[in-house]
């Protein structure tokens, strides 16, 4: 408000290095503070005086010039882009072949900055030529550079498989996948992440990720003390397991829906959502894969998901996964109903139909996890107690299991008599000609007459 930009441009041009270097550190901590200030930066004509001056400086001033862009372009697209929009790509990949580490460092940070926010400013830093110098850095002695540039990478890779395939050119996976067991935790998280990023976008890049052999030595992240390092490893896990039975075959093979199944155990909140998705995306793809969930143990740890979770996303992904792990026949289901999932899954849509917008996908995700399960269930004591409780549109999958059994099974169908069930379905509502009322006439028809009266 008292003009200070414009008394501090003049400065970056001043005889005195130490008042050049002061003068852009303090223009960067004001850019930094919120958008307002990063954008009177770009008005007031400073990105200009600032990279003119970044080759021909010392390593100092070079460094808080990098802190600058990175300040700017941190805020928003539009002002990531009025960066690109005044050359300073090309000097700031000069920078990340400076023979400081700090140097580099900055360079690599403000580069990372301005290509997380979209594909478009990321295929710019990549034509500026910054992916190979990046893959250089992440084999520099310098934990804090190797940190920065492979979160780099992780930034260039996110957005489309063409600039993932780009970082894989320039040979970043083998030297990521090296530095997996490094002890450095936030080193560790990046290199997770940035292979995460590689991995996701499509079977090819996932092959190439486990080409590198980062199984089994992955898993052992899983158990790693910090939570960012066990949600990023299984978030590696994840996006490698979506893509083909063939790869979630070769997870299973290593070890690592046992892994993730502890890792799930041991933890809260967030850090277990990639690891629910996981198993999830694993008893998709085949009967054999999500028995090989079952056989792990894998149905009690995300029950208590369920149970434990107060967040609507996480108790959603785990209703999802659940009915993967249940859809396929009546012995997955059944496995699913022993652990009496059922009514807690009941319970949960019957909840989130009554409350707000959103709800509506942790809704959507519970009823189809139930019908999922329910319309492979043949296990009777696990359906039996949700006739007291079901909506009608629940109703009729659970009746029409019982009409699918009943008749072939006569212990069955006396205990359904005894224990009140044949009674509960003579009280049920059902619109005439209806697939409801089918169910019904065919359960009523299994008895005689006078026990249906």
């Not at 934990?143 to 780099?152: E, G, N, P």
């Not at 249940?326 to 289901?333: L, S």
Request: glycine share 6%; with cysteine.
């Amino acid at each position: 408000n008292s003009g200070v930009m414009s008394l501090l441009r003049p400065l970056l041009l001043d005889v005195v290095p130490t008042i050049q270097q002061t003068a852009a550190l303090a223009l960067g901590r004001l850019a930094n503070y919120n958008d307002a200030l990063a954008e009177a930066v770009v008005k007031g004509n400073i990105l200009p005086h600032l990279v003119c001056s970044l080759s021909e400086q010392n390593r100092f001033y070079k460094k808080a010039a990098a802190f600058v862009l990175r300040a700017v372009g941190k805020h928003s697209p539009q002002l990531a882009q009025a960066i690109v929009q005044c050359g300073a790509l090309e000097m700031l990949v000069i920078c990340l072949e400076d023979f400081d580490p700090g140097v580099k460092e900055a360079a690599s940070w403000a580069l990372g900055y301005i290509a997380r926010h979209n594909s478009e400013l990321s295929q710019a830093v990549v034509d500026a030529g910054a992916v190979p110098l990046l893959v250089l850095c992440i084999q520099e002695p310098e934990i804090a550079l190797k940190r920065i540039a492979a979160s780099t990478l992780s930034d260039i890779s996110k957005h489309s498989p063409e600039l993932a395939q780009t970082v894989v050119d320039a040979g970043a996976i083998a030297h990521l996948a090296q530095m997996i067991l490094n002890p450095d935790a936030k080193l560790k998280r990046q290199v997770l992440s940035a292979l995460s990023q590689i991995a996701k976008h499509s079977v090819d890049l996932a092959e190439l990720v486990v080409e590198a052999e980062i199984f089994p030595v992955v898993l052992t992240c899983l158990k790693d003390s910090d939570e960012y390092v066990k949600k990023n490893g299984a978030t590696l896990i994840r996006e490698i397991a979506k893509h083909t039975p063939e790869l979630s075959q070769l997870i299973v093979n290593a070890g690592g829906v046992a892994a993730v199944i502890d890792c799930i155990g041991s933890c809260r909140g967030t850090v277990r959502l990639p690891g629910i998705m996981m198993l999830g995306y694993v008893a998709a793809h085949s009967e054999n894969l999500s028995m090989a969930v079952i056989v792990s143990k894998g149905i009690p740890p995300l029950c208590a998901c369920l149970i434990e979770e107060h967040e609507d996303h996480i108790k959603a992904a785990a209703a999802w996964a659940l009915g993967q792990v249940g859809r396929h026949t009546p012995e997955h289901a059944r496995a699913v109903a022993v652990a009496n999932v059922l009514p807690t899954l009941l319970a949960m849509y019957m909840d989130t139909r009554s409350s707000e917008d959103l709800q509506m996908k942790a809704s959507i995700f519970t009823k189809k996890a139930l019908k999922n399960i329910l319309q492979k269930c043949t296990y009777l004591p696990a359906l039996e107690p949700l006739l007291h409780d079901a909506p009608p549109n629940i109703m009729k999958h659970i009746v029409g299991q019982f009409s699918k059994v009943l008749p072939h099974d006569s212990k069955a169908r006396r205990l359904f008599v005894t224990t009140g069930g044949l009674k509960k379905v003579q009280e049920i509502k059902a619109e005439p000609g209806s697939l409801l009322q089918e169910y019904i006439n065919t359960i009523n028809n299994c008895y005689p007459e006078e026990i249906v009266r």
